[in-house]
């Protein structure tokens, strides 16, 4: 079993390997042979199977996974905080850091999501509009997509309290700070605050879709 251990570094490196030690993984523990799903109760292996079903399942296999996994891993929405975390069962005052992260990287990932940022990466983020200044943990971008001439953006407040309060942050990387104005989703149109090096914002965390433009100089 020594082979499991390092699958989700040899993913993207040797990925032949790699797929061997998860079939193997996957096997055993009756993730992709269609039998009862064991080994979730241990929360380091159910942390394991989480991570790995991310980057080698189809939607179906994994779907089951997780299905078959939430009664053990303790989902919990602290609404008050704004904090999502898994207790695992551990009934321990904070939630396991490291653990949390790699089961929500399983989470998050589609099959070869991981593998694909080290050799398919987005280079071109690095010379793309950017947002920066984000009051973060308060506010988070649910989305923030360039699509090469408009920037798609929403704020999401990190709980109720903070919902609709403005909020501000500030376009970076871009060609010309004159002529951006803000789209909101009912055709309201405003002038953004041009500044020396960038473009100030300030939004209010509601999650609506905007979109950021520049009418002046188009990309």
């Known amino acids: 079993m020594g082979i499991i251990t390092p699958v989700w570094y040899f993913a993207p490196q040797r990925r032949e390997i ?41 939607s179906s296999t994994k779907k089951r996974l997780w299905d078959v996994a939430e009664e053990f891993i303790e989902p919990t929405w602290n609404q008050e905080l704004g ?39 987005n280079l071109r983020k690095f010379s793309e509009p950017t947002l920066e200044g984000v009051n973060f943990p308060d506010f988070a971008l649910s989305e923030a997509r360039w699509t090469g001439d408009e920037m798609h953006l929403r704020v999401q407040p990190k709980t109720e309290q903070l919902r609709s309060v403005k909020t501000s942050m500030k376009l970076t990387n871009i060609k010309s700070c004159k002529g951006w104005v803000v789209i909101h989703s009912n055709g309201e149109k405003n002038r953004l605050l041009e500044k020396d090096d960038h473009v100030e914002l300030i939004l209010r965390a509601d999650n609506e879709k905007v979109i950021l433009r520049n009418e002046k100089n188009r990309y």
């Open 83 to 121: 904090e999502f975390t898994l207790g695992l069962r551990l009934n321990e005052p904070h939630p396991r850091g490291q653990w949390n992260a790699r089961i929500m990287a399983g989470w998050v990932c589609e099959k070869g999501d991981w593998s694909k940022i080290f050799n398919e990466p």
């Open 18 to 58: 790699a797929e061997i030690g998860w079939k193997t993984l996957g096997k055993f523990y009756g993730v992709l042979t269609g039998e009862n799903i064991s080994g979730l109760d241990n929360p380091a292996k159910a942390t394991m199977l989480l991570q790995l079903a991310g980057e080698f399942c189809d």
